[in-house]
């Protein structure tokens, strides 16, 4: 009995192709976000500048404008209210306070005064202003040792050039989900940097599976042009990695939408990731290959040549 396949195997999709127009297009995409992110900067959560989150439930229906009134007098700067969830759900973000830590649960105790004990206060957090920039700080670490630890790994196992390649299409991603966050003005937390680097653990997967077909093919094919070898490489690999991105994109438009405000901006990036991870994967990383001029020498093992 044959089963139905949703996607076609055996395809034979002229990838290289496209590839200058591809290039050309990330390069764009990928200067459009460093000029969002000059010009428009990240929208930093509680857990970069500091200050005060506070989730609470109503008993009825929330008042958005009366809740802001009875906190607009206490002098705290800068109050953010937003109904999320069920009508009686609401986050409440106030900027950092002066005094350090000590100045936050005062803080705290003000809103909570002002408010009154008929609510329910599910969540509290509280971050001084260097607890935030020690944070930031330790994202960009994080980000960048992930994507070394990546080109050494990809380098061993293959060689220089496929390190290179899977590098650079991972930046591309980085880059691309940080201008997309910049230009919607989405909230740039910490699970927003655990999301970029499940994107690059995501997009190197994927980008080996491809490498992975394409030394196979080398080795295999010792006499095939190589815009021809990388297409059916790629070719190879498709099913799989059409039907990886769409059952995972399927998840997290679950998480997206039903998950809640907490994880809405951890869910969006990693949407927007596997996306733009898939991209990546075919029309940056082996197209490199070429640009970098792959040599077959280090990976042929001596069998005959055959023809696909």
Known sequence: MRLVSLIPTGTKFDFMRY??????????????????????????????????????RTQGPADIGELRGRLSTLGLGEVQMQAFGNETDVLIRIESQPGGEKGLQLAVGV???ALGTDLDYRRTETVGPKVGGELIEAGIVAVLLALSAMLIYIWFRFEWQFGVGAVVALTHDVILTIGIFSL????????TVAAILTIAGYSINDTVVVYDRVRENLRKYKTMD????????????????ILTSVTTLLALLALFIFGGEVIKGFSFAMIWGVIVGTYSSIWIAVPLLVYMKLKRGGLILGEADETP
């Open 19 to 56: 590839r200058k127009m591809a290039g050309k297009s990330s390069i764009a995409l990928a200067v459009l976000s460093a000029v969002f992110f000059v010009v428009l900067g990240l929208n930093y959560g509680i857990d970069f500048r500091g200050g005060i989150l506070m989730e609470i």
């Open 184 to 191: 919607l003005g989405l909230e740039f937390n910490l699970s």
């Open 111 to 113: 809103v909570k005064g």
């Open 226 to 241: 190589l815009d021809a070898l990388l297409n059916l490489s790629i070719n190879d690999t498709l099913s799989r990695t």
